[in-house]
């Protein structure tokens, strides 16, 4: 069943004035989700392929990844600028961590970037109802043709149907996935135009 976005009505949500003057004035959006990058055979270093290449664009990045990940929230602290309890705390002038980021906040972040990364899911969601752009990383792991089908058939029903909104099929070596990212994001007819300026 296909829906009308433009009939949604948002309830306007109150900014963060702190979270605001600690975010960049105009960054990439990136979400890791550790369940879906172990599930590739990836992790932290293969997180930062990612980001390193992203850096390639000039512009900042803003990261988040699954609340109560301490694990990630420990690392990520010693190696980029982050915003916690409402206090900023500025390590890297070109990668913005939002550690257990939640509610309003959450919502925001997403809202005013300039780009959306993401695993398929509430994320790029939120972002395509906002007219935000979005990179739609499709997560599946394929062991048969039944899969195959599945997989297809929940792609093009929760697909958005928007002309800001590409998606891509990550593969399993990483650096495949990271020109893709690239490419699309410089050249892709849906996205280069709204985010390389």
């Not at 915003?83 to 257990?100: A, G, H, T």
């Amino acid at each position: 069943m296909e829906c009308n976005y433009e009939n949604f009505k948002l309830k306007k949500l109150n900014n963060n004035k702190n979270l605001e003057e600690f975010l960049p004035k105009n960054y990439i959006y990136f979400h890791f989700n550790r369940f879906k990058f172990n599930e590739r055979g990836w992790d932290i270093k293969e997180l930062y392929l990612i980001l390193d290449s992203l850096k390639t664009l000039k512009k900042k990045i803003v990261i988040s990844n699954d609340i109560n990940d301490e694990k990630t929230n420990i690392l990520f602290k010693k190696k980029f600028s982050f915003f916690e309890n409402n206090e900023s705390f500025i390590i890297d002038e070109d990668i913005f961590y939002l550690p257990n980021i939640k509610g309003e906040d959450f919502y925001n972040t997403i809202k005013f970037s300039d780009l959306v990364i993401a695993f398929h899911g509430s994320i790029t969601s939120i972002a395509a109802i906002n007219d935000v752009p979005v990179l739609d990383i499709y997560h599946m792991i394929i062991n048969n043709k039944k899969e195959f089908y599945r997989y297809k058939n929940s792609f093009h029903e929760f697909k958005f149907k928007k002309k800001n909104y590409e998606f891509t099929v990550p593969n399993l070596q990483i650096s495949k996935t990271i020109k893709k990212i690239i490419y699309l994001i410089s050249n892709g007819k849906k996205l280069s135009n709204k985010i390389i300026k």
